[in-house]
């Protein structure tokens, strides 16, 4: 019987474990952690966001880097395949808002334990302590007597040899190490030609250079608009929930906007990109003009901070009013038009500026990864090494929020499994 072996015992390594067992192979799966799943028991908060209800035919616009590359592998094993094979493995799931599918109890670790049933009950084996530290290859000549180059098997950090038909790398990006994702894969890959797309962090934080983000750290603004320029160009535009925090600004909304920044790398990183906050989306430049005018002529002998205050939650105020150029104790009947006009605009534009990202401790998921043009997308295989497969986060793919980074593991797990 054909072995396949598994490097990483996380989301897609398990997934491939799964297939590939179905389809009759011995597997063997190799996790350098005393347990499997361990970034997937922090998922979704620790309630494991495992995938999106949406329509299949949507799920590739959620995905931000090499889409197209998934194709294949999510119409073989989709979003509905994933729920249909936990719910037959006895995991209830329910979807909530936003199409977001969780496990009815909210406990991610009955995730990780359906999947550890479905890996035991086809004998998959399970080695942990297992880091792989070098994979073993061997030539052969080619149908047309070219030189190929064949996985064979793997060195393990204690010195094991285990051999083996084909070979699965799961091990994921380089976010948030302490779950055994560190890019120790990234390296095991260029040991075998692979070239590296450069990686970043992605659904990340911004890092603000205005100071005045830490008065508001803790602050949380619901159904607020922002748009994400570079220059003139909009290259992010977004409605929902946003976050001041000590260092600049965090939520789902920043989130989803990091990972717009992609092909605008060299402008972040020369502190280009600017931030625009709409703080009355529902409002026109002119219905926000006439919302001011009535309230000027309600409380002209009052302070404008307390207009201001009816507009924006209280501890924005100070903020607002000083990057308005309005001190806050001026009486609303001596605000001049000018003045009034700055503050409407502010309220539709204020500008902010990004000058970097938070770093990868902090990112959902990591940009960049293994080349996928050199990776066949209908089987995961390499095209460099025979019988070597890639699978989840260490692919130059990612997705926003929403369930769309499990489901890229769960499609690519288990086509690389099936394909193994
Ligand atoms: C805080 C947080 C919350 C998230 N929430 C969600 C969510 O709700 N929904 C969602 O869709 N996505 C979420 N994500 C993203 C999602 O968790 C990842 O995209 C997904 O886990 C990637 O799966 P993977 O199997 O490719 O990698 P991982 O899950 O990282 O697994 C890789 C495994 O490989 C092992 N490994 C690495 N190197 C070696 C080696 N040399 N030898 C042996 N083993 C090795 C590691 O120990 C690890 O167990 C979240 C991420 C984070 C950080």
């Known amino acids: 019987m054909r072995k396949?072996?598994?490097?990483?015992?996380?989301?897609?390594?398990?997934?491939a474990a799964i297939s590939a067992s179905k389809e009759g192979k011995k597997?063997?799966?190799?996790?350098?952690n005393e347990k499997l799943g361990k970034k997937l028991f922090i998922t979704g908060k620790g309630r494991c966001n495992i995938t999106s209800a949406c329509d299949p035919d949507e799920f590739l616009n959620h995905v931000a880097t090499n889409s197209r590359f998934l194709y294949s592998s999510f119409s073989r094993f989709?979003?509905?395949?994933?729920?249909?094979?936990?719910?037959?493995?006895?995991?209830?799931?329910?979807?909530?808002?936003?199409?977001?599918?969780?496990p009815q109890s909210d406990h991610s670790s009955d995730v990780i334990g359906t999947l550890k049933r479905l890996c035991d009950r086809n004998h998959v084996e399970i080695l942990y302590h297992a880091k792989v530290e070098k994979i073993l290859l061997h030539d052969h000549e080619g149908v047309s007597g070219e030189k190929n180059r064949s996985f064979s098997g793997v060195q393990?950090?204690?010195?094991?040899?285990?051999?083996?038909?084909?070979?699965?790398?799961?091990?994921?990006?380089?976010?948030?190490?302490?779950?055994?994702?560190?890019?120790?894969?990234?390296?095991?890959?260029?040991?075998?030609?692979h070239s590296i797309r450069p990686v970043y962090p992605s659904l990340v934080p911004f890092i603000m250079k205005e100071t005045w983000c830490r008065d508001l750290m803790g602050l949380t603004l619901k159904n607020i608009s922002i748009r994400v320029k570079n220059g003139k160009k909009v290259i992010y535009e977004g409605f929902g929930e946003f976050l001041f925090t000590h260092f600049g600004v965090s939520g789902p909304l920043v989130l989803t906007a990091s990972t717009c920044l992609g092909k605008y790398q060299?402008?972040?990183?020369?502190?280009?990109?600017?931030?625009?906050?709409?703080?009355?989306?529902?409002?026109?430049?002119?219905?926000?003009?006439?919302?001011?005018?009535?309230?000027?002529?309600?409380?002209?002998?009052?302070?404008?901070s307390n207009v201001i205050e009816r507009m924006l939650p209280r501890k924005m105020v100070p903020v607002f009013l000083r990057e308005a150029g309005v001190p806050e104790d001026k009486k609303v009947r001596d605000i001049t038009k000018k003045e009034r006009r700055r503050m409407e605009e502010l309220m539709k534009g204020m500008e902010m500026h990004i000058t970097g990202v938070r770093g990868f401790e902090e990112a959902i998921v990591t940009r960049g990864g293994v080349n996928v043009k050199e990776v066949s997308p209908t089987t995961m295989e390499s095209k460099l090494v025979d019988h070597v497969f890639f699978a989840g986060e260490i692919l130059d793919v990612d997705a926003v929020t929403g369930g769309f980074n499990l489901q890229i593991a769960w499609s690519t797990g288990y086509t690389a499994g099936y394909s193994a």
Do not use: W
């Open 4 to 15: 396949v072996i598994i490097i990483g015992g996380g989301a897609a390594g398990m997934m």
């Open 27 to 32: 597997v063997l799966l190799l996790e350098k």
């Open 78 to 102: 989709n979003n509905h395949d994933v729920v249909r094979l936990l719910n037959d493995a006895g995991l209830k799931t329910k979807v909530e808002r936003g199409q977001r599918v969780f």
């Open 156 to 193: 393990l950090s204690d010195g094991r040899v285990i051999q083996g038909d084909s070979l699965i790398i799961a091990t994921g990006g380089c976010s948030y190490t302490s779950t055994g994702s560190d890019g120790d894969g990234y390296r095991l890959a260029r040991e075998l030609g």
């Open 266 to 304: 060299k402008a972040l990183e020369a502190g280009q990109l600017t931030l625009l906050l709409d703080l009355k989306p529902s409002l026109t430049m002119e219905q926000l003009e006439k919302r001011y005018l009535r309230e000027f002529d309600t409380y002209r002998n009052k302070n404008i």
